[in-house]
Nanobody, 121 residues
Framework: QVALVEAGGGLVQPGGSLRLSCAAS????????MTWNRQAPGKQREFVAT???????NYADSVKGRFTISRDNAKNTVYLQMNSLKPEDTAVYYC???????????????WGQGTQVTVSS
């Protein structure tokens, strides 16, 4: 059984910073791309940032220059460093990863349970 567990959300003032983490655990033989998405109240879930197993990254325009995605392959963990936070960054942040279970040839999409980020004064 594979699980993704996010951590690091919370309440922060505008202009502040937070660092989210997402750790994959279970019988894992490989992890492909790891991605952060977010969903604000009343809105659809949207892409935030992604990182490949080789370390290539891509960001939504709304977070470029403020957010940084990184990963530690030894720990099966992806991070999202969020700086210069704005009220419009308020959302539940979800981690997504393409994971190959032990004994399998295929990658399957897994999702974490989400972590709340609230940016407010």
């Amino acid at each position: 059984q594979v699980a993704l567990v996010e951590a690091g959300g919370g309440l922060v003032q505008p202009g502040g910073s937070l660092r989210l983490s997402c750790a994959a655990s279970g019988s894992i033989s490989g992890i492909g791309a790891m991605t952060w998405n977010r969903q604000a109240p009343g809105k659809q879930r949207e892409f935030v940032a992604t990182i490949t197993s080789a370390g290539s990254t891509n960001y939504a325009d709304s977070v470029k220059g403020r957010f940084t995605i990184s990963r530690d392959n030894a720990k099966n963990t992806v991070y999202l460093q969020m700086n210069s936070l704005k009220p419009e960054d308020t959302a539940v942040y979800y981690c997504n990863a393409q994971i190959r279970n032990s004994g399998s040839y295929f990658y399957i999409d897994y999702w974490g349970q989400g972590t709340q980020v609230t940016v407010s004064s």
